[in-house]
């Protein structure tokens, strides 16, 4: 393994909404942090902050998003929950009870997972509904 990069954070899937890009470049990079300490076969000092960091970011994130869905009436909100509490509950399994070097790539490969599939269907929903209430979703860009 060199310093190749994991994923590589494409332009072109952002999403227009400044929040919501922000927290998936974060979540990019942590998802490419947790590869290179895999790659420096660095131990649990390195990998479990963090994969505290990676549930912890995944927490806010979801909440994020609930929230704006929450406050545009957006029907598929109950189905989006479940779904943010399944992959919160199977990324916790993962980073938690597999806290090893092996366990550290089983979640990596949950993570890109993750990314590829929920990231890229169905909060893609999501976003095209936030396209139709702008002025609410520019009043989170910025403090
Ligand atoms: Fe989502």
């Known amino acids: 393994m ?18 919501i890009d922000e927290q998936y470049r974060s979540m990019v990079s942590m998802i490419n942090t947790l590869y290179y300490f895999i790659g420096q076969d660095r131990g649990d000092e390195f ?19 609930e929230e704006m869905m929450l406050q545009t009436g957006y029907e598929q909100l109950d189905e989006h929950r479940k779904m943010h509490q ?12 597999q806290a090893t070097p092996e366990g550290a790539i089983r979640a990596l490969r949950f993570l890109s997972q993750w990314w590829r599939k929920h990231m ?24």
């Open 2 to 19: 060199d310093n190749a990069l994991y994923i590589v954070w494409d332009e072109d899937e952002a999403t227009g909404i400044p929040v």
């Open 47 to 65: 990998l479990k902050p963090v994969m505290k960091m990676v549930e912890q970011f995944a927490l806010l994130h979801f909440a994020t998003q």
């Open 86 to 97: 399944t992959l919160l509950e199977n990324a916790r399994q993962i980073l938690y009870e």
């Open 120 to 143: 890229n269907g169905e909060d893609k929903k999501f976003v095209e509904h936030c396209r139709k209430h702008g002025e609410f979703i520019n009043a989170w860009n910025a403090v």
